[in-house]
C-alpha cells in the first residue's frame, strides 16, 4: 500500500510568484484536506476536496486554490505569494469525507520559503 | 468555534520517566472526535489516538495511555518510560460533525517532547 505522498520537498519562491503543490493520496482515498503549518505553530486546515469537488474551506483568501483529479491526486496553488506564506504544506488523505472518524494519513509535506 | 489549547509549550525528560501532555479543547458540538498525532523532525504527521465524544474509556496501549475527560474537556496523552524515539512533537486536534467539512481537524499549537540519555 502507498502512502501519500508529495511534491516537490521544498521549493523557493518570490514575493509575488505563483506555485503548485501536489499531492498523491494513499491508495483507495477519495478525499484529500491541505493544511498549512508555519513554524512553530499547529497545522491550520486550508480546504479539503471529496470526489473533485471542494468539501469545505478554512479561513484562507481565494488566492489559495486547490483541484482534485479522478485518479483522487491533488493540487494546491497559491497566487500572489506573500512572505507570510512561508510554510510547510501537508496534504492528508482519508477515505471519506465524512465525520471524524475516518482517519487522516499525512504525507512528508512541502516546505514553501517565500524570499 | 471550536479550540485546542495545548498550555505545555516544551517538556524534557530523562530517559524511562514518565510524560504526560495536556490538552483542552472547546466545542459547542456534543459528537466530536479527539486525536493525538505526532510530528518528528522528517515532518510526516503520524497518527497515534482517535476518539470520539460517545466513548469516554480510557485505554492503554503499550507505552502509551490516554484520560479523556468531558467534564473538564481534556485530552491527556501519557507516554510511560519514555525513550529517546518518542523526542517529537506532538500535536492534539479536534474534528467536529456539525461544520460541513467533518474531516477538518483543528490542531492546538504542539508540545515539544525532548528525551535525553
Known amino acids: 500500500e502507498t502512502g501519500v505522498t508529495q511534491s516537490p520537498t521544498h521549493l523557493i519562491k518570490t514575493r509575488g510568484q505563483q506555485v503548485t503543490l501536489r499531492c498523491s493520496s494513499q491508495?483507495?482515498?477519495?478525499?484529500v484536506s491541505w493544511y498549512q503549518q508555519a513554524l512553530g505553530q499547529g497545522p491550520q486546515f486550508i480546504f479539503q476536496y471529496y470526489r473533485e469537488e471542494e468539501n469545505g474551506r478554512g479561513n484562507f483568501p481565494p488566492r489559495f486554490s486547490g483541484l482534485q483529479f479522478p485518479n483522487y491526486s491533488s493540487e494546491l496553488n497559491v497566487n500572489a505569494l506573500e512572505l507570510d506564506d512561508s510554510a510547510l504544506y501537508l496534504c492528508?488523505?482519508?477515505?471519506?469525507?465524512?465525520?471524524?472518524?475516518?482517519?487522516?494519513?499525512f504525507g512528508p509535506g512541502t516546505r514553501l520559503t517565500v524570499l | 468555534a471550536q479550540k485546542v489549547t495545548q498550555a505545555q509549550t516544551e517538556i524534557s525528560v530523562v530517559e524511562k520517566e514518565d510524560v504526560t501532555l495536556d490538552c483542552v479543547y472547546e466545542?459547542?458540538?456534543?459528537?466530536?472526535?479527539l486525536f493525538w498525532y505526532k510530528q518528528p523532525p522528517s515532518g510526516e504527521l503520524v497518527f497515534l489516538i482517535r476518539?470520539?465524544?460517545?466513548?469516554?474509556q480510557n485505554e492503554i496501549s503499550g507505552r502509551y495511555s490516554w484520560n479523556f475527560q468531558k467534564s473538564t474537556s481534556s485530552f491527556n496523552f501519557t507516554i510511560t518510560a519514555s525513550q529517546v524515539v518518542d523526542s517529537a512533537v506532538y500535536f492534539c486536534?479536534?474534528?467536529?460533525?456539525?461544520?460541513?467539512?467533518?474531516?477538518?481537524?483543528?490542531f492546538g499549537t504542539g508540545t515539544r517532547l525532548q528525551v535525553t540519555l
Open positions: 466545542t459547542r458540538d456534543t459528537t466530536y472526535y
Open positions: 492528508a488523505s482519508s477515505l471519506g469525507a465524512g465525520a471524524g472518524y475516518n482517519e487522516q494519513f
Open positions: 476518539r470520539n465524544s460517545f466513548d469516554e
Open positions: 491508495s483507495g482515498h477519495n478525499t
Open positions: 486536534a479536534l474534528s467536529e460533525l456539525s461544520t460541513g467539512t467533518a474531516s477538518k481537524l483543528t
